[in-house]
């Protein structure tokens, strides 16, 4: 677990704000800490936008929505994102829901909008993988329809108690998950794709065993065991499952009383432990040391991050806690300019990744999983 680096904090200047305060657009008259704020969103943690914890609520909420319209035009831009992709502002969140015996509420790795945001491959590389798959399925989704490229919210109340917003390092993960299965990373993003792309397929095709309406971790890193594609409600680490899944997998029981690492807190979390133990050797604490950032946003802060490329967490128990989530969403994930803008993002973050050092498997792949696509 690392706390993130200073430079991921962006102050938002006294003049800027001044004018988005007054509603009025400022990526024109200061390019560069646009820029500065785009090139973060590369980076496997959120950008902070901090805009003061003395500004007035009126008056931080119409900033706040100034500078992510004027973020939205430099991502476009810079990113070649889809024009259709737009600021969708959702309704004040309050509070913390905590399972009964616990003071904090662990949220395991997810996406938001997970069923409908999840990272699958650009169909200019993989051309086969169905625009279709993109949605893992269409009921009980939260809290709206859309797509969400870029997630963040505005810390309205940080509340009283602790508030951590967890990221995870998803490629990296990705890579070390191939070498576990396979012996080796993949030579390039488009085998990696086609792997993924394998991986949606197979937890599609038995969805109604698993009966999940998100894509789990487990699942987008390659198990092949149908209990690993379970999701607990929330996604909570501390939450248990529905008698009906405990009935349809009887190695639930096991798993939710003892995970392999012994030090998980919660049937989610030794779920989620088990799942990739299967995929990547390792458990849920050893992920957490090697992929997890963690950010303390102060009030009136922005934290805005890759949805597709990272998923976070949460680690909280603050009943006075007011988020207001603000994402970068579009209504259809597809079209020419989504291919290009995902392509990019795949080629991109694939050499970020493959940059970082391949930590020591911690047992050899003896039986690397068939996905028939590599
Ligand atoms: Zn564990």
């Not at 509420?105 to 938001?112: G, K, Q, Y």
């Not at 929330?234 to 008698?243: H, K, S, V």
Request: a neutral charge; aromatic letters at 10%; glycine letters at 6%.
């Amino acid at each position: 677990m690392m706390i993130i680096p200073d430079t991921a904090v962006q102050i938002v200047p006294a003049p800027l704000l001044q004018e988005a305060t007054r509603g009025s657009s400022a990526r024109s008259s200061h390019p560069d800490w646009f820029q500065q704020v785009a090139a973060g969103l590369d980076e496997p943690h959120a950008v902070i936008l901090r805009f003061g914890d003395d500004l007035p609520r009126d008056q931080v909420l119409v900033a706040a929505r100034v500078v992510m319209e004027d973020l939205i035009e430099v991502i476009r831009a810079r990113d070649c994102a889809p024009r259709e992709m737009y600021l969708e502002v959702d309704h004040l969140e309050h509070g913390t829901p905590l399972t009964p015996g616990f003071m904090t509420r662990l949220l395991l790795p997810h996406t938001d909008g997970a069923h409908y945001s999840f990272l699958t491959p650009s169909r200019q590389d993989v051309p086969e993988f169905p625009a279709s798959f993109r949605i893992f399925s269409k009921k009980g989704f939260h809290r709206t329809a859309s797509h969400k490229l870029y997630q963040g919210f505005l810390i309205v109340e940080p509340g009283s108690s602790v508030s951590w917003t967890l990221y995870y390092d998803l490629f990296p993960a990705l890579l070390d998950a191939y070498a576990f299965q396979h012996g080796s990373r993949p030579s390039n993003h488009q085998a990696l794709q086609q792997w993924v792309a394998a991986n949606i397929g197979r937890s599609l095709s038995m969805q109604d065993r698993h009966g999940s309406r998100y894509l789990s971790l487990a699942a987008l890193l390659g198990s092949e065991n149908a209990v690993h594609h379970v999701t607990p409600p929330g996604p909570r680490a501390e939450a248990g499952f529905a008698p009906r899944e405990y009935a349809h997998f009887p190695e639930l029981e096991r798993i939710s009383r003892q995970c392999p690492c012994r030090s998980c807190a919660g049937p989610g979390a030794r779920l989620l432990c088990d799942g990739l133990q299967a995929t990547m050797g390792i458990g849920w604490k050893m992920f957490r040391d090697r992929y997890e950032r963690r950010i303390r946003g102060r009030k009136n802060d922005v934290l805005i991050a890759h949805n597709i490329f990272l998923y976070h967490g949460a680690e909280s128990g603050a009943a006075d806690r007011v988020l207001l989530p603000m994402c970068f969403v579009m209504n259809e994930a597809g079209g020419d300019e989504y291919e290009v803008w995902s392509a990019r993002q795949w080629q991109r973050q694939f050499v970020r990744a493959q940059s970082l050092n391949e930590p020591h498997r911690t047992q050899p792949a003896e039986n690397p999983q068939d996905t028939g696509l590599t």
